[in-house]
Structures are given as C-alpha cells and as structure tokens.
C-alpha cells in the first residue's frame, strides 16, 4: 500500500503563503493524477486541486486565483503553493491519488490510504 506524507502546513497570518509538500512512496507516482484535499473543523473533505500525469490542473472555486499545484515525478512529490490565504482556508489539507484517463482526465475513487495530513491555520 503506498503511503503518503504531507508537510509544510503552519500559522500564518491573512495574505500570507504556504507551500504544502506530500510524498508518495512508489516508483511509479508519475502514472497518477494527484489531488489535494482540505478538511476543516465539522466540514466533509473537499477537493482542493488536481494535477493529471499531463500536468492538467483543475481547482476548487475557493482555490482559483490563489492556489497552484505542481508535480516533481523525480521526487514523487506534489506541491500545494497558497497566497493570498484567508482564515477559511484554516484546515487539514491531505493529498492522495487517482487513475489518470487519457491525456488530461482522471476517474474513480480515491486510491491510497490518507496520510496524516498537514494542519494550516490562518489567524492574525
């Protein structure tokens, strides 16, 4: 069962940048579209970003404009870069993984076990 763990979550002030880290434990991560999650306090998780193995990209609403996601295929590791932060975006963010379906689609379920995840906190 591959593994994951997501790092760089933290306290930051509004309108200030994070960028989260999330690490896969196999060889062959670059067959894989990568998604971000967020959970927060009494909220269901929500899909924050995706990336193909084309290196497609799609976002949530509330990521639009703020949140770009990337991929290291070398380093099995995707990234989660966030400006503009706003306390709503306090949350659990988590990543996981999904089949990828031609050149930039993706389909089914969730794959791998979830991570710990990564607390981001954003107050003054």
């Known amino acids: 069962q591959v593994q994951v763990v997501e790092s760089g979550g933290d306290l930051v002030q509004p309108g200030g940048s994070l960028r989260l880290s999330c690490t896969a434990s196999?060889?062959?991560?670059?067959?894989?579209?990568m998604t971000w999650y967020r959970q927060a306090p009494g909220n269901q998780r929500e899909l924050v970003a995706v990336?193909?193995?084309?290196?497609?990209?799609r976002y949530a609403d509330s990521a639009k404009g703020r949140f770009t996601i990337s991929r290291n295929n070398a380093e099995h590791t995707v990234y989660l870069q966030m400006n503009s932060l706003k306390p709503e975006d306090t949350a659990i963010y988590y990543c996981?993984?999904?089949?990828?379906?031609?050149?930039?689609?993706?389909?089914?379920?969730?794959?791998?076990?979830w991570g710990q995840g990564t607390q981001v906190t954003v107050s003054s």
């Open positions: 196999t060889n062959i991560f670059s067959i894989y579209t």
């Open positions: 990336i193909t193995s084309g290196g497609t990209t």
């Open positions: 996981n993984a999904r089949k990828s379906v031609g050149s930039g689609g993706y389909a089914g379920d969730d794959l791998w076990s």
